[in-house]
């Protein structure tokens, strides 16, 4: 099946790849911009408390190197532990990127893990919700709290794989697989990929899509590592759609044994 007969939905707009990349961490923004190119993501996440897109005048601007004329920004609230901070930057952020209403709301818990404060998160995304933004929201992997998100009026649900940054891969597939089934919007892994196969396994599990940003741009080779990303998120998917076989406890054999001669 082609990605565009399969493509990903996020609030109405259709997207080829199922891949959306963050931009920080990356050693210029040159490195930023050929690491995104070759992961063929579409969707680009900023945080708007750390990244330069307009409100800094004379300084380098990553909508430069990222236009929105080619990529759907996603601006987030990385950052924030508040929810009047989580707010206060996604409407920051519409007011530079001209009236923009798509925002991955993230309202964290401590420093240490950057585990999401989850109450303070529902909070933040009924306001949101209400003042006309398209909410795509960071949270814990806990089926009953992404059900609650999505009915509030979420546009995608994005529960961590890991703690952000960890490169651990999905530390609990069953949360995961639950949230999938029960969703009537996308489901994005969001934080704690490290490599190719966590990647793969997270669309293997059936979620819409992963979002990362420390797993490229923290690898040796951040573009290599974007490219064998692009192919993760593309496997894991067909695989997903393909239908794996059963797990079995015992040996079967790939030929039959009919008719053999002995």
Do not use: W
Not at 62 to 84: F, H, M, Q, S
Not at 162 to 181: D, F, K
Not at 203 to 219: P, S, W
């Amino acid at each position: 099946m082609s990605d565009r007969q399969d493509p990903l939905i996020i609030a109405g707009e259709r997207y080829t790849s199922r891949l959306l990349v963050g931009t920080g961490k990356y050693k210029d923004l040159e490195e930023t911009r050929v690491a995104i190119e070759a992961s063929g993501a579409e969707i680009v996440t900023v945080a708007v408390r750390r990244t330069n897109i307009g409100q800094n005048p004379g300084e380098p601007n990553l909508l430069d190197v990222v236009p929105p004329t080619r990529y759907t920004i996603l601006p987030n609230t990385a950052g924030c532990y508040t929810v009047d901070d989580a707010v206060r930057t996604c409407r920051l952020a519409r007011e530079l990127l001209d009236g923009h209403d798509l925002v991955k709301l993230e309202v964290l818990g401590d420093q240490k893990t950057l585990y999401p404060d989850v109450t303070a998160t529902l909070e933040a995304a009924e306001i949101l919700v209400k003042d006309g933004f398209k909410v795509m929201v960071y949270t814990s992997d806990d089926p009953i709290i992404a059900k609650r998100l999505e009915e509030m009026g979420c546009v995608a649900v994005m529960p961590l794989a890991a703690p952000i940054g960890s490169g651990l891969g999905i530390q609990n597939r069953y949360n995961i697989v639950e949230i999938v089934e029960n969703a009537k919007v996308p489901i994005l892994v969001d934080a704690g990929v490290g490599t190719a196969s966590d990647a793969a396994i997270a669309m293997e599990l059936g979620c819409g899509g992963v979002l990362m940003n420390t797993a490229i741009a923290e690898a040796k080779d951040p573009i290599l590592m974007a490219s064998a990303m692009k192919k993760a998120i593309e496997a894991g998917r067909e695989a997903f759609l393909a239908g794996r076989m059963p797990r079995k406890r015992y040996a079967s054999a790939s030929s039959p044994l009919a008719g053999t001669f002995f």
